[in-house]
């Protein structure tokens, strides 16, 4: 706490970043992830490639007969890490047991309290190395840490995501989205310590 010059007590409040994945983020989340395409005639003339294609048709075709599948998520912090902290996460996408997508990202914090550099390593489909990449994408934390936007590379294409933090900060709901697609994520918080 900090006195103002007049004498009266300011509290001093963590920076936005901080809050999002230190004091809210941390620690173990599941629910679910849905993904749709939008519009086949734009995806059709993307050019996102035709091994892009071919997965996000399969992905949507999976999805409607299936259902959404799960998520889970798993968030670690490590405040003391680089300049300003960072925090670690690995996403599981399954069903029936089976891997689908696998991430792990580190989101490098920055000094402004707002900005954020995300390195990722990720995984497509069950087999170990055969859909792989790593990438580094931008995001900004917002609302005082209760939301987040994401700019990243997925499938060839860019997608905007949008994060809100549930007033209790026990869920999180995202909607992502591009130019031929939409996906999102609605999680809960199963335990605050990873």
């Not at 599948?69 to 029936?96: C, H, L, M, W, Y």
């Not at 590379?153 to 949008?162: K, Q, R």
């Amino acid at each position: 706490m900090t006195m103002e010059p007049e004498g009266i007590p300011r509290h001093r409040t963590n920076p936005p970043n901080h809050v999002y994945y230190f004091d809210i983020g941390t620690g173990i989340w599941q629910g679910k992830a849905t993904f749709r395409v939008t519009s086949w005639r734009r995806l059709m003339r993307s050019r996102i490639g035709l091994t892009n294609k071919l997965l996000v048709t399969a992905m949507h075709i999976i999805e409607r007969l299936t259902g959404a599948p799960r998520q889970d998520s798993t968030i670690v912090a490590n405040p003391n890490e680089g300049e300003f902290g960072r925090a670690d996460n690995v996403v599981r996408i399954s069903k029936f047991g089976v891997t689908l997508y696998l991430l792990e990202e580190q989101y490098v914090l920055h000094s402004d309290g707002i900005g954020v550099t995300v390195n990722g390593d990720e995984r497509l489909g069950p087999v170990p190395g055969l859909l792989t990449r790593t990438f580094t994408y931008s995001a900004e934390i917002r609302d005082e840490g209760m939301a987040a936007t994401y700019s990243m590379p997925l499938l060839g294409a860019h997608w905007t995501a949008d994060y809100q933090v549930t007033p209790d900060r026990q869920s999180i709901f995202a909607e992502l989205v591009c130019d031929w697609g939409t996906a999102t994520e609605e999680t809960h918080r199963i335990s605050a310590s990873a």
